[in-house]
């Protein structure tokens, strides 16, 4: 008789599930008391982050767990997650960023997930702007960009939660605003950056920093979750 080897459920159980928890690079649960400053990563990486500007925990408004992180806008303001191979994605890794966020007033272009810091290039940034589309940067080399592409407007609600996907299956790059494919552009071979560590930047960029709020937050290399529609998930992304 035949004997499955140990651990084949789990494992096969977790790859159709999510990804492996190894995979998950960086998860920020927005939890915590009212006006905190304390920033917490939950995934297996522990990364110790650096608050710039107005960034807090707020009550004010959550997607679960009673509360959220919340950027005022405020020139400066970004969560600076440190240098760490967790985040190159040297090559054409498949990759998956996610998070649910709330806008009241639309300001300008605010950042939300960005490899750039001073340097005008990167990997990819995702960009709010005020007309309610979203704005995507796309490096080609450390010396230019292979695409910058706009969204159609009116996209994202207002004052309402909502969730935003970016990620690479090593072919396709893609955008997704509440389970909807927004575009598609090539995924570039990044290996012009650093192959050993990368830092990555939440909320904030430097053409613009975020007005609202922020929950459940995640970065995923090595797997792809999104390619076409889908449903956004309903339940806290899990720890383990």
């Known amino acids: 008789m035949f004997t499955f080897p140990v651990g084949f459920f789990e ?3 977790a790859s159709s599930s999510g990804p492996p928890w190894g995979q998950v690079s960086l998860l920020l649960k927005g939890n915590g008391t009212d006006s905190s400053t304390t920033i917490t990563d939950s995934s297996s990486f522990s990364h110790v982050l650096t608050r710039q500007g107005n960034i807090q925990i707020s ?11 919340y950027s005022d806008g ?5 969560i600076d997650c440190p240098s760490s191979s967790a985040f190159s994605l040297a090559g054409r890794v498949p990759f998956t960023v996610e998070s649910f966020l709330y806008v009241a007033t639309p300001a ?6 960005s490899f750039r810091d001073s340097s005008i290039y990167c990997e990819f940034a995702v960009q709010c702007q005020g007309n309610r589309s979203f704005r995507i940067l796309i490096g080609g080399s450390p010396s230019s960009w292979a695409t910058v592409a706009t969204t159609s407007t ?3 609600p207002l004052n309402e939660w909502f969730h ?13 605003c509440n389970g909807a494919k927004q ?3 090539n995924h570039p071979d990044w290996s012009g950056w650093s192959t050993t560590t990368r830092p990555f930047y939440v909320l904030g960029d430097p053409d613009g920093y975020f007005l609202g709020w922020m929950d459940e937050t995640r970065f995923i ?9 889908f449903t956004p998930p309903t339940t806290p992304f899990p720890t383990g």
């Not at 009550?59 to 992180?69: E, H, L, N, V, Y």
């Not at 935003?164 to 997704?176: H, I, K, M, N, T």
């Not at 290399?221 to 529609?229: D, Q």
């Open 108 to 113: 300008g272009i605010g950042g939300v997930f």
């Open 11 to 13: 494992q096969n159980q």
């Open 59 to 69: 009550t004010a408004q959550s997607r679960f767990g009673g509360s959220s992180i």
């Open 183 to 185: 575009g598609e552009w």
């Open 164 to 176: 935003l996907a970016f990620s690479g299956d090593g072919s396709l790059v893609r955008l997704f």
């Open 74 to 78: 405020s020139y400066g303001n970004r």
């Open 221 to 229: 290399k090595g797997t792809c979750l999104y390619t076409t529609n």
């Open 154 to 156: 009116s996209v994202y």
